[in-house]
Structure formats: structure tokens, C-alpha cells
């Protein structure tokens, strides 16, 4: 395949998906089989587009004419970078919904895949068209509309209601922000592409200029989540849609709106010349960025609910990407020749978050359906002891924590050591980039505690034995087998660093337009991100994350040896419980005494109510259990 003859039957396999499904029915079988297989053939033909365009070297551009409309599409390295996540994430949480829907009604089943085809195809939309117009409008839409029915139906309308079309009245707010703003262009005509638009942007002064790229933010931030506007729809609609959507709306959804950050932060501004002012422009991101990361990741550790846990968690790991992508801006606006390299590295470490974000996220929704589908509970207080009967989704959500937390040897430690370190090298004589950095640095700790909270109290402390009114066991290959899919991934982000490198620079080559080119001129042997990837310390990058594995892993060695070289023996005893004799589910350590100091401490941050009501309680199918757990 050539050009772009992966883009087509793309868009004609997940329209075959959405009409097979109309003509079967309420066909339960047959419906999940056809929209798995027909969907799946999609994100092989997307990822192949994308393989094209990254190795061919050079941008598609198309003209779609639907009524009269002219819809230009753009191909170029970015969208086919992005375009590669999605159809990952597509696949997996496609493959995964196949075994997730086994029990559910036909007529609902029905539903939720003639959504999920105009879903994927309205992202696929928004990461190719080259306008804000009708193009943008019409992606914009397939995606808002099949996602906000995806919410409405991932849970009884007693609890999806409300969230669905909150959800839905931020989408669409969003939208109106990013299509407004296009007007403020001098002499801007409906359908002009974003290069065109950027041109036109150049002669209409700085006030306007400020205005359009404001409303942007706005729009865009308000899409992936930014602080105070995530907080507003993420954690309910994140946790009322179904987890293989949820693990879609986290995992790609999102990145959607870093994808239009970038393009327009980094690309229209370029066209923009003086209106742009990326001084002021990276203070408002890292600003924003920052008190993303830290209030959103905070907020993720008072959840009982994991679902919820893990949607908060999400709006810190975006805030990540948006505090290194104002660094990167101002990093390359100091004038200091070392500096603008960094702006490279720094932008560098924000798209591979992205990526990296986008499959352990993806992920630790697909480990949590997991949960849920074995356990029928979203309540951490009821869980517990569940490592020896579901080992390998414990394994898995084990590794996924890990990565997000940003600890060595992990996918997330290499995106996070570009962002943060790139930052304060490049930020010595920035008091707020400094302050900024100590900030990220210090959430990261956070982190890594809501995951030790999370894995603990599901798989390793006690509980569930107690408190669940089933048999819980192993999840079927199913589901697990897409969940290997993400880890396989997963761990060559971590461990082979160089190659995705290779492919982020690569993205960037074939992207015309890029603001920070040629910014690493000056220092020989960079590409154009400031990072030297050919030779030399690109096989140490390489190679330092097995270099550190293996030397944890000696050092474990070691530590075994110098415990037992003075030959003392080894006793076992009862664990002492505090005064009390058994344990049962009265002494168990329950999440809301854990981290119980740090919750008071910054109760300021909002996100303090801790209702959690599992779907069987709303049905009544368990007589003389509360509400939830109210904490």
C-alpha cells in the first residue's frame, strides 16, 4: 500500500461496522463478533496509513466534497504518530469489549456498537482534517455524540444520566470555543486550513491574535482535561462509561485535545509571526499545566472508587504534557543557546508521554474492567486479597502502575526524566520554571503513592474474601489477552527509548510547519528536537533502562546474600494485628484511614465527597447493603 490507501478502507471498514450492525439487529453474538472483526480490520489499516506516512517521508494531503463542502485532510507525521496510538488503543479495548459484553442485553449491545464505529471514526476525523470548519465540525461532532450515548449507556440511567450530558454540554462548548475562534483571523473563510488560517492570523493584530489563541486553549484545554475544567466532567464520565470505553476516552480521547495544543501552540503559531508571543504563552501553559498535574493527582488519592481513582489520575498525567509543552515554549523563547536545545528534548518528552499516557492509561481502565467484571464492585473498601486468585491481572495492573508512577526501569520514567530534567536544565535562570519543576518532581511521589493504594488494597492487602457475596476468580483470555497486547507495549516504551525517539523525530521531519526547527542548529549532532538519536548516547538512552534493571536486580542479589551470610535462621510467625487475635473484616487496613493525614492536609483541593454505588446495589440484587461507602 502507497499514498493513502490505508486512510479509506480505515473510514469503509468502521462504516461496514456500523451498517452490519443495523441489519443484525438484536443478534447479541453475531453483533459483538462482526463489530470486533470489522473495527479491529480498521485499526489495521489506519496503523498501516500511519507506517506510510512515517516511512515514506512525506505528507498526504486530500479534498473530501460531501454537499458542496470542501473538507481538507492532512496526513502528515504528527497525525500518522497519533493516528498509530489510536488504532493501538482501538484494538485493544475493542478485543477486550468483545469477552467485557458476553452478558450484556442484546438491545443494549446493539447501541453500544453502532456508537463505537462513528466514535473511532469522528477521532480518526479530528487527528486529520486541516480546518476548523466544516471538516473539524463534522469530526468534532461523530465523536461528541457517539461518546456522550457511549457514557449514557455504560451504567443504569439512575447514575449515567446526569454525567452523560455533562459530558456532552463541555464537548460542545469546547467546540464552539475552537470554531469561534478561527473568526478572529483577518479576511478567515469558513474551511481554510490551519496553515492558511495561521497566515491570515499574522495580519490581524495582537489583540485578536491573544483572543484566538486563548479561546483555543480554553477549547482544547477543556478537552483534556485542565484544571478547574476536567474536574467538571472527567471523573463522571470517566467512571460511568463502560472500561473499554473509558480506557478509549482516557487513552485517546484525550490526547485529541494535546494533539490540537500541539498543532496549534506549535504549528499555527509559527504562521502567526508577531502575534504569537510564546513567552507569554508558555507561562500560561506551565501555569496551567502545574496546577493540573499536582491539584488532579491529589485528588485521584481520596478515591475509593477506582474507576474514579483512575480517572483523576488522568487529569494529572495530561497536566504533565501541557506544563512540558509551555516549558518547551519558553525554553526555546530564553535566548540561551542551551536552552533552545532543551526546547526540543522537553517537547520530545511531552509527545512521548503522550504516547506512553495513552497505553498505560489505556491499560489500567482494561485491568479495572478486569476488576470490576470479576468482582462486580468498583469500591477499594471491599476488595483486597485478590493477587492469588486473579495473578495475571494482577501482574498486569502491577506493571501499568508502575509505568505511571514514573519509577526507573519504567516507560513513564523515561517520558517524565525528559520532561522534568529538560525543564530545570533548561529553567536555571527561571524562577517559575524552577518552581514548576520542583512541583512536577513532588507530584510524582503523589503518584506513586494512588497506585500503591490502588494495587494494595485490590490485590495484595486482605478483604474481599469477607466483603463480596461471590466466588471471584480469574477473568477469561478474553479479556486478558488485549490487556498483553498494551503490556507488550508498555514495556518497549520503557526499555527501548531510542526507538520511539527515532519516531517522534521522524513524526516531526515530516510535519512541515514545526515552530521549534532548526533550533538545535547551533549544537552538532541533534536533529531538529535538540536529542542526537543516530549514534553515540543514543545506545546509552538505549540501553540505561536494562542497565538499571539489571543493576537492581544485582543489587537484590547482594542484599539476599549479606542477610543470610551471617547465618542466622529464618522464623515465621503469626502477623502481629494489633491486639487482635484473627483477622477478619473488622481490623483490615480500609482506604479510608490510608494516606488519612495527607487527604486532611489538603482537603483544599477539592474532590472531598466519596460515594461509591456499584451497579447491583442500584438494582437491589443485594438486600440490606448502604449505598456505598461514604467517607
Given amino acids: 500500500m502507497t499514498g493513502n490507501d490505508g486512510f479509506w478502507p480505515g473510514l469503509l471498514s468502521l462504516l461496514l461496522s456500523f451498517l452490519v450492525t443495523i441489519f443484525l439487529g438484536k443478534k447479541a453474538r453475531p453483533v459483538r463478533l462482526a463489530g470486533t472483526i470489522l473495527i479491529s480490520l480498521s485499526c489495521f489499516f489506519l496503523a498501516w496509513q500511519g507506517v506510510m506516512v512515517l516511512g515514506g517521508g512525506h505528507p498526504v494531503e486530500l479534498e473530501i466534497k460531501i454537499a458542496g463542502l470542501h473538507i481538507p485532510v492532512l496526513l502528515d507525521g504528527l497525525s500518522a504518530l497519533f493516528l498509530i496510538l489510536l488504532s493501538v488503543l482501538v484494538l485493544s479495548a475493542t478485543l477486550f469489549a468483545y469477552g467485557y459484553y458476553e452478558k450484556t442485553e442484546a438491545e443494549t449491545l446493539q447501541k453500544v456498537y453502532l456508537a463505537l464505529p462513528v466514535f473511532v471514526a469522528g477521532l480518526v476525523g479530528l487527528l486529520t482534517v486541516d480546518d476548523l470548519g466544516p471538516g473539524f465540525a463534522l469530526a468534532w461532532q461523530l465523536m461528541a455524540v457517539s461518546s456522550y450515548l457511549l457514557v449514557r449507556w455504560g451504567r443504569p440511567a439512575a447514575v449515567s444520566t446526569r454525567p452523560a450530558l455533562v459530558y456532552l454540554a463541555f464537548m460542545e462548548s469546547a467546540w464552539l470555543l475552537i470554531t469561534g475562534a478561527a473568526f478572529l483571523a483577518d479576511g478567515y473563510r469558513f474551511g481554510d486550513s490551519l496553515a492558511t488560517v495561521g497566515e491570515k492570523l499574522s495580519g490581524s493584530g495582537p489583540a485578536a491574535a491573544a483572543v484566538f489563541f486563548g479561546l483555543l486553549l480554553l477549547g482544547f484545554g477543556l478537552k483534556t482535561g485542565l484544571f478547574p475544567l476536567g474536574q467538571l466532567w472527567i471523573p463522571g464520565a470517566y467512571s460511568t462509561a463502560s472500561p473499554p470505553v473509558s480506557a478509549l476516552l482516557a487513552g485517546i480521547l484525550e490526547k485529541t485535545g494535546v494533539f490540537g495544543l500541539i498543532r496549534i501552540f506549535f504549528f499555527v503559531a509559527r504562521g502567526a509571526g508577531d502575534g504569537f508571543d510564546p513567552g507569554l504563552w508558555g507561562q500560561v501553559l506551565v501555569a496551567a499545566g502545574t496546577l493540573t498535574l499536582f491539584i488532579g493527582t491529589v485528588q485521584a488519592i481520596k478515591q475509593s472508587d477506582y474507576l474514579r481513582l483512575l480517572a483523576y489520575s488522568s487529569i494529572g498525567q495530561v497536566g504533565y504534557i501541557v506544563f512540558a509543552l509551555g516549558s518547551s515554549l ?171 525517539l527515532r519516531l517522534i523525530g521522524r513524526s516531526l521531519v515530516t510535519t512541515d510547519g514545526f515552530l521549534l526547527a532548526g533550533s538545535s542548529a547551533e549544537i552538532p549532532g541533534t536533529n531538529l528536537t535538540g536529542i542526537q538519536i543516530l549514534e553515540g548516547p543514543a545506545l546509552l538512552a538505549a540501553a540505561a533502562p536494562l542497565a538499571m534493571l539489571v543493576l537492581l536486580l544485582v543489587l537484590t542479589l547482594l542484599a539476599r546474600w549479606l542477610r543470610q551470610s551471617a547465618g542466622a535462621k529464618e522464623v515465621r510467625v503469626p502477623v502481629w494485628l494489633c491486639g487482635y487475635q484473627d483477622l477478619n473484616e473488622n481490623n483490615v487496613y480500609a482506604d479510608r484511614n490510608m494516606f488519612s493525614d495527607l487527604k486532611k492536609f489538603f482537603r483544599w483541593t477539592g474532590a472531598n465527597k466519596n460515594m461509591v454505588v456499584d451497579d447491583e446495589e442500584l438494582a437491589g440484587s443485594v438486600p440490606g447493603e448502604g449505598k456505598g461507602v461514604s467517607l
Fill in 330 to 500: 519558553l525554553a526555546w523563547n530564553s535566548g540561551s543557546p542551551l536552552a533552545i536545545s532543551l526546547a526540543g528534548v522537553i517537547f520530545t518528552g511531552a509527545v512521548y508521554h503522550s504516547l506512553n499516557h495513552g497505553i498505560f492509561k489505556g491499560l489500567l481502565f482494561l485491568t479495572g474492567g478486569s476488576l470490576l467484571y470479576a468482582t462486580g464492585t468498583r469500591d477499594l473498601n471491599r476488595l483486597g486479597g485478590l493477587l492469588p486468585v486473579m495473578p495475571l491481572t494482577g501482574i498486569l495492573a502491577a506493571l501499568a502502575s508502575y509505568s505511571i508512577a514514573g519509577m526507573p526501569a519504567s516507560s513513564g520514567f523515561v517520558s517524565k526524566w525528559l520532561m522534568i530534567a529538560g525543564n530545570f536544565l533548561a529553567g536555571k535562570d527561571s524562577l517559575l520554571l524552577t518552581l514548576a519543576g520542583i512541583v512536577a518532581l513532588f507530584t510524582a511521589a503523589f503518584t506513586l503513592a494512588c497506585y500503591v493504594k490502588f494495587f494494595g488494597l485490590a490485590f495484595t492487602s486482605a478483604g474481599a474474601s469477607w466483603k463480596l457475596k461471590k466466588d471471584v476468580k480469574e477473568v477469561p483470555a478474553s479479556l486478558l489477552v488485549p490487556e498483553f497486547f498494551l503490556v507488550a507495549f508498555c514495556l518497549s516504551q520503557a526499555f527501548l527509548p531510542g526507538l520511539y
